[in-house]
């Protein structure tokens, strides 16, 4: 019973602990999850839209409410003089106050746009437009964040590699330096051959501890972007590639730099229509309630209530070419686009070229890397042959281990250069694995 209960806690614990380990794309993800650069991205987009409300709100009636009162010092006067129509008819003349000196005025207003030559339906389509460049800022963001949490990792993992490395050769030297030892009691060594061996063996633990150091470091900046130990990331990971035609016509159709240059222009296009919906004829309905005193009959000193609505017209008439000069101007601002659009993608196609032209490199040397490594094995064993028979001096026979462990991690090294390179060939691109 004892025995079955312990195997239940092993095979629990295990299974915990394989659970709590995650994937590289998760931890991209998580990554993503926690940016501020992100979430402030996905603010301005939610921005955008609450000012498209308000655009389509724009378009609607509104009511307003005016509230006026005015003294005035004097009042104005009606004096006409008797007329004398006959020496026994006359027409007795009038005097009478306009209004009175304290004036009310209360009005609840109603306005309606019905013509703006599309100024108002373009703000609507601005407004879709800005949405989509924060959609794409956002993208770009999280893009330039996946590449980096990827290399950071594979960063991490290449220390590691080194790490191994520097131990592999610590302890090949230490096996050595055991042997010398042996030798030196026969005396078929001199002392020297011992100490500077010595001397080499605490040159590596320095190393170790300096590549210790840039390991820390390297888990920090990872658990900085993820939230995620890099010991937590389980399994190998594999990046998913096109070839250097397939990406170039990748970048071109899907980069959402293009896509923003685009929408750049768009708007240029849109804000063209708007200055020349500026000139075209500006019409809306308004209908007024007023209650005052004196109201509508300005001699009669007593409050009253009137409705009073009608129809508003204003265009420009001249404005010495400035539509023209406007034009002008956005149609040069529009070509910079297309110029920096063109630029872009050069730029990227000649990065690419680069990167490709690595990758074959480092896969020319993946190839070479098996066949490196029985080479130096063989040459160190044949350097501690020649050593033991004083034909070979002591550091040539170190130098032989050190390229030996060296040519024994390099396959696992080029390997996750190779991904980083593939990594980076998807980030140019724009081109996301989550």
Do not use: C
Request: charged share 30%; net charge positive; proline share 2%.
């Amino acid at each position: 019973m004892k025995k079955r209960l312990t195997t239940i806690i092993i095979v629990f614990l295990i299974s915990i602990s394989v659970y709590a380990r995650i994937s590289l794309k998760e931890a991209v993800k998580k990554g993503i999850e926690k940016s501020y650069a992100v979430s402030n991205e996905k603010i301005e987009k939610r921005i955008a839209e609450t000012e498209k409300k308000i655009g389509e709100i724009d378009r609607l009636f509104n009511i307003g409410f005016n509230g006026l009162y005015l003294y005035k010092s004097e009042q104005a006067e009606l004096n006409m003089p008797d007329i004398k129509l006959s020496p026994t008819m006359t027409i007795p003349g009038i005097h009478m106050l306009a209004g009175t000196k304290d004036i009310f005025d209360f009005n609840l207003s109603v306005k309606q746009p019905l013509y703006t030559g599309g100024i108002l339906s373009n703000i609507i389509k601005l407004s879709d437009i800005k949405g989509l460049q924060q959609e794409n800022q956002r993208k770009l963001i999280e893009n330039r964040l996946e590449i980096a949490i990827k290399n950071s990792f594979l960063n991490y993992k290449i220390l590691l590699l080194q790490e191994r490395y520097l131990g592999l050769v610590k302890k090949d030297i230490e096996n050595h330096l055991n042997k010398l030892n042996d030798y030196f009691k026969e005396n078929l060594i001199q002392r020297s051959d011992i100490l500077e061996t010595e001397l080499k063996v605490e040159e590596i633990k320095m190393n170790i501890m300096d590549i210790k150091d840039k390991i820390s470091d390297s888990k920090i900046e990872f658990e900085n972007l993820t939230g995620i130990s890099p010991e937590d990331i389980n399994g190998k990971y594999g990046e998913n590639i096109l070839n250097f035609k397939e990406s170039v016509n990748y970048l071109k159709k899907n980069h959402t730099m293009i896509k923003t240059f685009d929408n750049s222009i768009k708007t240029i296009v849109i804000k063209k229509k708007m200055d020349k919906g500026r000139y075209l004829p500006q019409i809306g309905a308004f209908g007024e309630l007023h209650y005052g005193k004196p109201g509508i009959n300005f001699f009669k000193n007593s409050w009253s209530l009137y409705f009073q609505g009608g129809i508003s017209i204003s265009f420009k008439l001249f404005d010495w070419g400035k539509l023209k000069k406007t034009n002008k101007i956005s149609d040069y601002s529009m070509e910079k686009i297309k110029n920096k659009k063109n630029e872009f993608i050069e730029e990227t196609e000649k990065k690419l070229k680069k990167l490709y032209l690595l990758k074959k490199i480092l896969k020319q040397k993946l190839s070479l890397a098996d066949k490196l490594l029985k080479i130096s094995i063989d040459n160190s064993r044949l350097k501690e042959k020649r050593f033991r028979e004083k034909q070979e001096d002591n550091m040539e026979y170190i130098s032989s281990i050190i390229k030996k462990e060296l040519y024994n991690i390099l396959k696992e090294q080029l390997l996750i250069k190779i991904e980083m390179v593939n990594i980076n060939i998807n980030g140019l691109i724009n081109r996301s694995q989550l």
